[in-house]
């Protein structure tokens, strides 16, 4: 069953990126307040149930979600930014996607060895980006304890790239 409240306010715009391509906008759970409190509340209780040291958000709007997370479970905040975006030392890695490749980077010194880190965004669609986070925090020896997404869209597979993680979103959409 859909949860009413986020899906009344996720829009859909077809044929974005791309011709085909359904887009799920997360914009208007922000633009709403009451909405996106009880987003962060929702994410909040999955997070009481796991010991996290951290929470990795994903570039951009990974951001948004995973400040207020962050903030209420009084840890660190690390962001995962595209590649050339942070100074100093970085954890690096690629990733495919459909028209080509990215990179993703993370500051060395965010990472500390044995934490157990959240990943964070607001999308979760083929897994890609979270799998190149995960080899990031492993690089720092660090661990993922789980992902949270807001929205997730298992027909494009994620659950299989991230099969070995729990994994936790607040509303599936089955089809484009």
Do not use: W
């Not at 840890?75 to 930014?81: E, K, Q, S, Y």
């Not at 942070?86 to 690629?94: D, I, K, R, T």
């Amino acid at each position: 069953m859909k949860d009413k409240i986020i899906d009344d306010a996720v829009r859909r715009v077809h044929d974005f990126p791309k011709k085909g391509i359904c887009f799920y906008d997360i914009t208007g759970l922000l633009v709403q307040p009451k909405v996106f409190n009880y987003c962060i509340n929702k994410m909040l209780e999955f997070c009481k149930i796991l010991p996290i040291d951290a929470v990795a958000a994903i570039e951009a709007r990974g951001f948004v979600f995973a400040a207020p997370i962050a903030m209420q479970l009084g840890v660190p905040l690390i962001l995962v930014r595209k590649k050339g975006k942070l100074p100093g030392e970085v954890y690096q890695a690629s990733y495919s996607l459909e028209y080509g490749e990215a990179t993703i980077e993370v500051h060395k010194s965010d990472i500390k060895k044995g934490q157990n880190i959240l990943v964070l965004d607001d999308l979760i669609a083929t897994g890609g980006t979270l799998n190149a986070t995960r080899s990031i925090i492993e690089k720092g020896e660090a661990s993922v304890v789980a992902f949270l997404g807001v929205i997730g869209l298992p027909f494009l597979n994620y659950k299989e790239v991230l099969k070995d993680k729990l994994v936790h979103t607040l509303i599936e959409f089955e089809s484009e």
